[in-house]
């Protein structure tokens, strides 16, 4: 049994905290948000009066938060109040500056310290079956493996500090740009006169085969847990996806690398955003791509 502390109880974290009670670890945690403390301590979270209670004498730290901001200002207060080598791990999406910066405020702490984003969405969280892309030193990855290991089914070290946000956001522009491929594909079938079926029978056994075709098909019939069956509700909201395309191209501009592609999805989940579609699955994006206002 491991101290583990928890701070940010959303949509992700609760069910994430949670699964670590159920590993048998003693976890105290922290939100801003009374719903999500109320939230997780019926999961069996123990709940802390603030961020800096929750982290003192734990032995690891896991942080999941909406952006960078709000990584480097949690782990700046609480930093100060964590045992000196305790493992500080943050598992938001966030910027790759914002994450490297992170690991140095806990490297002049004397902590340990991991980036290790997710893949898998609010399922994932609930069921314990994430990817985790885990970025920092191999010692602090022997730690955390363990600890990550109870809410995930693969967690992957990716490299030094910092690898395991630039592992997401890559996989992620190739899945928000597959995405695009694959819905135009399906709007150019409609106008050729050919079937959803008939297309997805073809590209889904040839070389247009994808996650976005196979998994998340962005018309209703062929895939039946695709979230087109269900009007695009749950799965993977758009608004996160241009999040992380945007991060990406932050990133891209940055280290001087081309990803045209990556721009062009993020203009386009800008404009499917901006049309209120924000919470809509990022699959809904093939409404755009047919010209049509949503309804
Ligand atoms: P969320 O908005 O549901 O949860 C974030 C929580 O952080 C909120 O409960 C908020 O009150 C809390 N918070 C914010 N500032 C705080 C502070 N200073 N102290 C304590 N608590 C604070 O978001 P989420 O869906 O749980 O996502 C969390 C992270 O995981 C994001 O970075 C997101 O991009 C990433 N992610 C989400 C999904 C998904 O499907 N939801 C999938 C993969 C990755």
Known sequence: MTTIAFIGLGNMGGPMAGNLVKAGHEVRAFDLSQASRDAAAELGVGIAG??????????????????????????????????????????????????????????????????????????????????FMVGGSDKAFEQGDPVLSAMGRRVVHCGPAGNGQAAKICNNMILGVSMIGVSEAFVLAEKLGLSHQALFDVASTSSGQCWSLTTYCPVPGPVATSPANNDYRAGFASALMLKDLKLSQEAAQAAGASTPMGAVAAQLYGLHNAWGEGEADFSAIIKLLRGRAPA
């Open 50 to 131: 603030t961020a800096v209670d929750a982290v003192r004498n734990a032995a690891v730290v896991v942080t999941m938060l909406p952006a960078g901001k709000h990584v480097l200002s949690v782990w700046g207060d609480i930093l100060p109040y964590a045992r000196p080598g305790a493992l500080i791990i943050d598992s938001s999406t966030i910027d790759v500056e914002s994450a490297r910066k992170a690991h140095a405020l806990a490297g002049e702490r004397g902590c340990l310290s991991l980036d290790a984003p997710v893949s898998g969405g609010v399922g994932g969280a609930k069921g314990a079956t994430l990817t």
